[in-house]
C-alpha cells in the first residue's frame, strides 16, 4: 500500500501511554507492515524497521512488539493493519469485478496465519 488511514481517536487512546520515542518506533513498525503487507518477519527485522540500534532502542521495539503485535509462524503481525490491507484488496478487487476485469492475485498475509 501507498497510504494508509489513521483513525485519530482509536490511534491517540491506544497509544496515549507511549513516550515519544516508543511511538516514533511503534509508527515505524506499523509503516513497514502497511507497506510490505505483510507480518515483519523477524526480531531483526523489526529492529531495522523501527531504526534500533541502541540496547534501549531494542528494549523498546521489544515492548511494543509484546503490547501491540502477535509472534506468528510467519513474523510479528498487528491484526489491525494487515485487516486494513485485507479490506483495501477487498474494495480494489470489488471494484475490478463491477468493471468485469479479471481477478488480481494477491497474498494477503492473516495476522494469525500459519
Not at 17 to 28: H, S
Request: with cysteine.
Amino acid at each position: 500500500m501507498k497510504w494508509f488511514p489513521i483513525y485519530l481517536r482509536p490511534f491517540l487512546r491506544e497509544t496515549e501511554e507511549l513516550t515519544m520515542a516508543q511511538l516514533g518506533a511503534y509508527m515505524r513498525l506499523m509503516v513497514w507492515t502497511m507497506l510490505y503487507e505483510a507480518p515483519l518477519p523477524s526480531l531483526t527485522a523489526c529492529f531495522r524497521a523501527a531504526g534500533a540500534k541502541r540496547g534501549s532502542e531494542t528494549k523498546i521495539v521489544k515492548e511494543l512488539l509484546d503490547r501491540f503485535f502477535e509472534q506468528t509462524e510467519r513474523g510479528w503481525a498487528h491484526s489491525g493493519a494487515l485487516g486494513q490491507v485485507r479490506a483495501y484488496h477487498d474494495k480494489v478487487q470489488a471494484g475490478r469485478n463491477k468493471r468485469g476485469l479479471a481477478a488480481e492475485p494477491h497474498d494477503i498475509v492473516s495476522a494469525t496465519a500459519a
